[in-house]
Nanobody, 119 residues
């Protein structure tokens, strides 16, 4: 099993920045990518950004490309989501996820961290 723990959420004003962190523990040799999803009230969960644990490839949702940046630590077990120029529509619960090498699916999820963008 893989455990994911997020941190860094909170209340931020429009235009400001916020950084989320997610650390994986357990059988991390079973994962080859980590990413972020979010779910706003009344909305379905949606993909935000992801990167391979090797750091070789990243992907972003169109609405955050150029504003958000995903990165990882050298060990590859922690990913960060730097959120810049945040907008009210970025308000959501942000979930960290990890992709299993065997299933090729994001099978592991964190508990979520609330991000609220409001003046």
């Amino acid at each position: 099993q893989v455990q994911l723990v997020e941190s860094g959420g909170g209340l931020v004003q429009p235009g400001e920045s916020l950084r989320l962190s997610c650390t994986a523990s357990g059988r991390i040799f079973n994962i080859n990518a980590m990413g972020w999803y979010r779910q706003a009230p009344g909305q379905e969960r949606e993909f935000v950004a992801a990167m391979t644990t090797s750091g070789g490839a990243t992907s972003y949702q169109d609405s955050v490309r150029g504003r958000f940046n995903i990165s990882r630590n050298r060990a590859g077990n922690t990913v960060f989501l730097q959120m810049n120029t945040v907008k009210p529509e970025d308000t959501a619960i942000y979930y960290c996820a990890a992709r299993d090498i065997r299933t090729k699916s994001y099978d592991y999820w964190g508990q979520g961290t609330q991000v609220t963008v409001s003046s």
